[in-house]
């Protein structure tokens, strides 16, 4: 199992804003993975971290606005830049078991509004 | 990739009574996952399904994973106010990328 720590947990933030969220795991993980839960809607991938490589974003989703760092491979952040009140959504971050085992921990989520 | 289709949206039942939700995919799936969200939680894994025809059981829950492996659905028995929260059965597409249904939502009436 992987514990996850990500932070903060929630906050308002103003338009035009950037909101940079943190995750931190309990073991050395090869990749993250950054998910967006808009109000009432299922998961959607943001975009893959790797350690030492420039994150690989899903369609739809782009480096400026979402900037990911992976410094070693227990942490990671995503940034929500110049945010309006469409970005406001749930974020989590993700791992996976490893081994073999493809079971993914999140972390609790970050709960964002943009006012 | 195409998202596997999940029904209902919505169930509401009395305590006690069963509940099932279904994922439906146009092509085979190499397996499947779900996953439990608990009103304001995140996403809890709760079973793998890989094999064809393959059942799995975790005391009131039961999973079928569909012998073409392009459906699967998950059913509760006797549902109890624990049981809230929104299931997601979830496709692995390439080598870790998760892509998750729209989801049931649950909600019990005591």
């Known amino acids: 199992s992987a514990v996850i720590s990500q932070k903060p947990s929630r906050d308002i933030c103003q338009r035009g804003t950037s909101l940079t969220i943190q995750c931190q795991v309990d073991?050395?993980?090869?990749?993250m993975f950054w998910y967006r839960q808009q109000p009432g809607q299922s998961l959607t991938l943001i975009a893959t971290?790797?350690?030492?490589?420039?994150?690989?974003?899903e369609s739809g989703f782009v480096i400026d606005k979402f900037p990911i760092s992976r410094p070693n491979l227990t942490f990671s952040t995503l940034t929500v830049s110049n945010m309006s009140p469409e970005d406001s959504s749930i974020y989590l971050c993700?791992?996976?078991?490893?081994?073999?085992?493809?079971?993914?921990?999140f972390g609790q989520g970050t709960r964002l509004t943009v006012v | 990739g195409q998202q596997v289709m999940q029904i209902p949206q919505y169930q509401h039942v009395q305590e006690g009574e069963d509940f099932t939700t279904y994922c439906n995919s146009s092509?085979?799936?190499?397996?499947i996952q779900w996953y439990k969200q608990r009103p304001g939680g995140h996403p809890v894994f709760l079973i793998q399904?890989?094999?064809?025809?393959e059942v799995k059981k975790q005391k009131r829950l039961t999973f079928q994973f569909g012998e073409a492996k392009k459906n699967s659905s998950l059913h509760i028995t006797a549902t109890q106010t624990t049981d809230v929260g929104t299931y997601f059965c979830?496709?692995?597409?390439?080598?870790?990328?998760?892509?998750f249904g729209q989801g049931t939502r649950l909600t019990i009436n005591p």
């Open positions: 073991s050395q993980v090869t990749m």
């Open positions: 971290a790797n350690q030492g490589s420039e994150a690989t974003y």
């Open positions: 979830v496709e692995i597409q390439g080598a870790q990328k998760l892509v």
């Open positions: 993700s791992v996976e078991a490893g081994q073999g085992n493809t079971e993914a921990f």
């Open positions: 092509t085979t799936l190499s397996n």
């Open positions: 399904l890989v094999k064809s025809g």
